[in-house]
DNA sequence: GTTTGTGCAAATGCTTTGCAATTTG
DNA sequence: CAAATTGCAAAGCATTTGCACAAAC
C-alpha cells in the first residue's frame, strides 16, 4: 500500500509551506488536509466537516474555510463551482492534472485528461501575452441512451 | 446600425420560446433580456438590479432569478461562476461561443475561441458515451510584465 | 509571553420561498 | 375569471467576521 507514504508526502508539502509562510503547524490543519485525501471525492464544506464529526474530530466551519484557502494556496486542493452554487474541493497531489464532466441529470461528476488543452492553453498564453496558472474545465453533458442496437 | 432589429430577433427568439413553453409574455420579462443584450459586461444580479432601476424599470430580485432561468433556458443568457461565489450572466445570442480567460489580479475578463474545444468535446462524447450541451472553459492568468525590451 | 489560530455565534450576502396583489390570456 | 407572474418580506444557506480563549513557537 502506498496510502500511509503518499499521506506522508503530502503532510511534508504542507509543512514545507508553512514554515515558508511562517504559519503555524496546528493539528487541525492536518487533520483537514487528511481528511479530503482519504477521499476521491469532490468534497463540499458540509460533507467534510459531517465526514470529521464522524471521526470524533472536532472543527469548526469557520477553520474549515480557512484551512481550504490555505491548502488551495499550497496547491493541495483544487476547488471547484460546478454551477449549483454549491463549492466542492478536491484533492490535487498524487491526483494528476484532469478535467470533469458533470452528467447533468444524476449529478454524477466524471474525470478525463486531454493534452489538446494544454496547447490551447500554450496558444492563448503568446495571443494574449499572458501567463497561465490555472484552468477549468467542465463538459456538462448527459448519458447516451442508445446502444448498438436499432 | 443592426442594435434595434438584433435585439427584436433575439425579442422574437424569447417570445417563440415563451409560446412553446406555455409561458406568459410579461413585460419584465422583455426588459430584463433588453437590459442584458444592451451591456457587454458580465452582470451580476446585483448590477442589473441597479442598471434597471437607473433606468427607472422596476422589477424585484425575485423576478430577476426567475428569469435568469428562463433566459439560459432558451439559451439567450448565459451564466458563469468565475470563483468567487458571484454569479454572472451574459447574453449569448449574437455573441458566439466563447471562453474566458480571469486576470486573477485585476478582474479583468478577456474573451477567446479555440476551435480545438470542440474537438474534445467530440472526443469526450465518444469516449464516455455522452451527449455534451454545453461547456464552460476558463483560464485564470495574470499579464505579462515583460516585453520586447531588452 | 507574544502572536497566531481556533471555535463560537452573530453578521453578511446571495438566493429561494410564501403569499397577497396584479396581470395575462 | 382562472391561472400564472410579480413584488415584497421573510426564510434559507453558504460564507465571513469579531472576539474571547487556547495553542504554537
Known sequence: MTCFSS?????????????EKKYRKTPERYAILEEIYNSNEHLDIDTLFAKMQDRN??????TLYNTMEILID????RKHQFGDNI???EKSFFHGKHDHIILTDTGEVLEF??????????????????KIDE????????????TIEN
Open 7 to 19: 499521506l506522508n508526502i503530502v503532510k511534508e508539502e504542507l509543512t514545507k509551506y508553512l514554515i
Open 87 to 89: 463549492t466542492r474541493f
Open 113 to 130: 485528461s486531454d493534452p489538446r488543452i494544454q496547447e490551447i492553453k500554450e496558444t492563448i498564453e503568446d495571443i494574449f501575452n499572458v
Open 135 to 146: 484552468h477549468s474545465l467542465y463538459f456538462y453533458a448527459f448519458r447516451n441512451t442508445k
Open 74 to 77: 499550497c496547491n493541495l486542493v
Open 57 to 62: 474530530y472536532r472543527v469548526s466551519k469557520a
